[in-house]
């Protein structure tokens, strides 16, 4: 019996390391990314069956947006941290609480 393990897997590339204007948050920090589809046996990716449509993708407040402005998913919660000090909700851009003023 042999087993041929083969499908369709998405695989992340990232087009330059350009930092791009993010239409969520206006913060240089979304890099332009695009998401192939690859033809793949035993989980090794061998050649690209589909290239997907570029986006950006935001490291400060992890979004996803297209080139064009459009926002395709709003600030992802898991950038959402809280101050170790007084609880309250930080952003991700503070460097200091900004209610009880302590460094992050
Ligand atoms: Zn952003
Ligand atoms: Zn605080």
Do not use: N, W
């Not at 998401?35 to 090794?44: A, K, M, R």
């Not at 947006?65 to 930080?90: H, M, N």
């Amino acid at each position: 019996m042999f087993f041929f393990i083969a499908g369709i897997q998405p695989k992340t590339v990232k087009l330059d390391d350009h930092p791009r204007m993010c239409p969520s948050c206006g913060l240089y920090q979304a890099r332009l990314k695009r998401v192939d589809q690859y033809l793949s046996v035993f989980f090794l990716p061998i050649f690209r069956v589909k290239r997907g449509i570029p986006f950006l993708e935001c490291q400060s407040c992890g979004s996803f947006s297209r080139e064009s402005g459009e926002v395709l998913a709003g600030p992802a919660q898991r950038s959402v941290r809280t101050c170790p000090y007084c609880g309250k909700t930080l952003e991700p851009e503070h460097r200091f609480c900004p209610f009880c003023g302590k460094p992050m």
